[in-house]
């Protein structure tokens, strides 16, 4: 039994982590960590939590195996460090790091604590992204990768933490991007990079508009400062480019996540709707397959499916595995300095 603690209870936590390892036979929650104690008590009474805590030395001085890290973004690597300092495997949300310094000191303490730390990069675990890499596996050596995601309403909580620089490290880019970025990253073989290029922008109306599934009475106390859409290139030394496309609030009719890969032996594209919005009109996921020797196949999956609940199901319990000492395949640790350096780049080269 893997005995976790949560630091940060907020909508993430409510909405994945919790209710999802509450069903698991193999894990439970112990205890939870918020500065919003307030936040901690309801969470407890909620999920039955046995121990809450507004301390972070009596949270980690508890006896647990493994701590998820589900608060802003520029405290991902102060509590992940301490977290592995006090002896616990880490399974982080996204970002991760603000900085590839800070990823890659994080990545050498999991090493020489001899812990696991896994970035939550979750959507490498839907159904859909798995079929798609087993097509993509079939076309290659990968000359280019294409990622989008595009929301038609979809800021999260304009005025908090998220939408502010400072606590968020950037907006649309680091927030959405980062998901499809690093989708993307993980089909080119080069990772060294030889330049970066990026555009970005707020929109006035950005301001008005959020996200309809997060809605919700919380205070407005940071400045909407962030970029709320980011596109661009990364080009790599051996001559592969990965394009980008990202934004929280476009004119469109719906929300889409859209990958295309182009490998020497073809091209695999998908069209798809990563996280939890359900702004979308059309009926189907679609993958397509399109050789250069003339060979086609197309996949289909409905749009109304489970496979964003079921990607946390299915990271979680690889955590829980790699914990317990079985082998991983579809996502390593280091896979975050490659995002992390990339987002970095980006926003150190406007
Ligand atoms: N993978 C996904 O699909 C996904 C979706 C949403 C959020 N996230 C990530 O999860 C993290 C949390 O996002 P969220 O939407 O749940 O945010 P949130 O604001 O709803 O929750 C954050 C929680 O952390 C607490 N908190 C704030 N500062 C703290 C501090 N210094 N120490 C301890 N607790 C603190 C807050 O009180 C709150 O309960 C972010 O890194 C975000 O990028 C990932």
């Known amino acids: 039994m893997i005995n976790f603690g949560i630091i940060g209870c907020g909508w993430i936590a ?29 969470i407890q009474h909620k999920y039955h939590v046995p121990n809450i805590f507004d301390n972070i030395d009596r949270f980690l001085s508890q006896p647990l195996d493994a701590v998820i890290i ?21 399974l982080c949300e996204k970002p991760v790091a603000l900085s590839k310094n800070d990823i890659e000191s994080t990545i050498a303490l999991a090493h020489a604590k001899n ?14 992204i798995i079929k798609f890499s087993e097509m993509v596996s079939l076309i290659g050596e990968v000359k280019e990768a294409e990622v989008s995601w595009i929301r038609k309403s979809g800021i999260p909580r304009p005025g908090t ?6 606590a968020a490290g950037g907006g649309a880019l680091i927030d959405i991007g980062t998901h499809v970025i690093d989708i993307g990253l993980n089909f080119l073989s080069d990772k060294q990079i030889k330049s970066v290029k990026l555009d970005q922008g707020t929109i006035a109306q950005a301001k008005q508009n959020s996200a309809q599934w997060n809605i919700n ?17 990364v080009y ?7 394009k980008f496309n990202i ?16 490998g020497v032996n073809g091209t695999v594209s998908i069209d798809t709707l990563f996280g939890f919005s359900n702004n979308f009109t059309r009926d189907n996921i679609e993958i397509l397959y399109d050789g250069t020797n003339g060979e086609y196949d197309k996949v289909l999956y409905s749009m109304n499916n489970t496979f964003a609940i079921d990607a946390f199901k299915n990271m979680i319990s690889y955590f829980v595995n790699l914990i317990n000492g079985q082998d991983a395949g579809i996502l390593q640790p280091f896979d975050s300095v490659y995002v992390v350096d990339v987002i970095e780049r980006l926003y150190k080269s406007v």
């Not at 698991?24 to 918020?34: E, L, S, T």
């Not at 802003?72 to 495997?89: F, Q, R, V, W």
């Open 247 to 262: 934004d929280w609030s476009s004119n469109i009719n719906e929300d889409i996540t859209s990958i295309k890969v182009l």
């Open 161 to 166: 933490w998220i939408t502010n620089k400072a």
């Open 236 to 242: 790599f030394i051996n001559g592969s480019e990965l």
């Open 217 to 233: 009475n919380e205070s407005r106390q940071f400045e909407l400062d962030a970029e709320t859409w980011a596109k661009g290139e």
């Open 70 to 90: 589900a608060t802003p973004n520029n405290t991902h690597t102060y509590y992940t460090n301490m977290a592995l300092n006090s002896g616990k495997h880490v």
């Open 115 to 128: 812990k696991i730390f896994l970035p939550a990069f979750v959507n490498r675990f839907r159904e859909d």
């Open 14 to 42: 409510e909405k994945a982590y919790l209710p999802i390892i509450a069903k698991m036979d193999d894990a439970c929650v112990n205890a939870i960590f918020d500065i919003d104690y307030r936040k901690a008590h309801e």
